[in-house]
Structure formats: C-alpha cells, structure tokens
C-alpha cells in the first residue's frame, strides 16, 4: 500500500482545509479523553499519569495533552509519537526533549504494558500489516488501557478525494472496524462520524462549514472519518459469545505436562490390566 509522504501529510495541514480538519478532529479526540486533555488542576492525579503515545502522522493531535504538561508546577507523563516516515521526520517539540521517533508499525519499541492510552492518526488505513499493528497496540496498553482509532469512512466522499491524506489508503465502514477490533482482543466503547463538511480548500465553505455540519450530520456519506475508542480486554470473545481466558505459552506447557503424565498412567494401566 502506498503511504503518503510526511512532508506532504505536513502541507496539507498547512492549507485552509488542514488547519480546520485540525481543529475539528482535535477537539473529537479531546471529547473522547477529556478526562486528560484539560487544565492539569481539573484532573486526577492518576490522569495526570497517564502515558500517551501516538502512532502515524499524530503529532498535530497530540497537542493538548503536550501543552498539559507545561501548565503550573505538576509533574505530568509527557506524550510519546512513533512515526513509520523515513522521509526526514521533524524534532517534536520544537522545545524541549524529543519526544517522536521511527519505527515500523508492527514492530513498536516498547515493553510490554507500558501506555494507558494509545492514538492511531494516519495510521491503520496506510498499514501494510493491520493486525500487526494492532497486536502490537495491544502488547504495549495496560490492562484495560484505550485505543482511539481515526480513519477515513468508507461511505464519505473523502474516501474519493486523493487531494487530502483521508482519500488515501483503505478506509472502513464501522462493521469492518468492530470485527477488526473483536478479533484482537478490543472491546469497543464509544464511536462515532466526524468531519461533517465537504474536502474543498474554498473559502466560503470554510467559513460556513459551522452551518453545513449542522445539516451534514443527518447523512453519514458528509462524515470525513470514523473515531472508535476500544478497551483492551484479557480475554478473547469465542464464537458463542461468552469469553475464554488469552492462555499463555506457559499454560500451554504445563497443560501439555500433564496431559502427558495422564496419558502415560492410562496407558500402564491399560498393559497391567492386559496381564490380567
């Protein structure tokens, strides 16, 4: 699949149209995850705590909860960024330590467990490996850790307009997304359509587009993206419904021992009963 350039990723979001795609997005994403995207004085100590990373293109997203780490005198975990671009990824921030590097997206560098939250922008619709991805996405989250997935809707004309990064790559409809999701070991929480205005640079729309969405919204084809939150769940859905535990290699050996030592004492009592 062929994954746009960062540098063009970064120009679109300097045009008109990026700039208020930007700024409606982000403020979706901080609806999902208000309780860490705010005042640092109006959150919990453990939201204070809570360990971000962004995965893809991401860094114009994970703004607020970077600026939440430079308000007052909280100690606060700052947001991390991995970005599969080879093509000259840029110092984020511009001040302060580094906090972005590059990785392939079903390789990420971290320990298991490490992230409470987890942000895919221009991500999972670009990956070569979907379901790496989000195996991986899964080994890094803490128990009951969130996902938040944007990707472009398979049913909005964005997905057919190649002039902006969301008609690139393979887009879902939210049946595709859910599947995907169960199989790997998320539960999904909340969802929802966004982008409610049409992938035009033209002024006027984009000064009116706060009128348009308003009558956008009743028809899902004039929503740009889809946003799902999911939990990671320690135990797999089975087919019927219920759920079994995720065994690990471990229990798989311990389980195979002694199914082994069964075996073996069925098959002594077999041959002494024989000699009978």
Known sequence: MIRPAESDLRDFYHTPLGAVVCRRLRRRICYFWSDICGETRQMTESAKQQRVLGVGYVTPYLLPFLQKTCRGNDVVAQPLAVTPFQDGVQRWPSHGANSVTTSLEEQLPFTDDMFDRVLLVHSLEHSDAPQQLLEEAWRILKPHGKILIVVPNRLSIWARVEATPF???????????????????????????????????????????????RGLRLFSSFGGVLIIEAEKQLYAPTQSGTKAPVVSMKEVVSSSLRSSRSHNHDSSCSSDNSCD
């Open 167 to 213: 008609g690139n790559g393979h887009p879902y409809s939210f049946g595709q997304l859910e599947r995907l999701m169960n199989k790997h070991k998320f539960k999904i929480k909340a969802h929802e359509v966004a982008l409610f205005l049409p992938p035009s640079q033209s002024r006027f729309i984009l000064k009116t587009s706060d009128y348009l969405r």
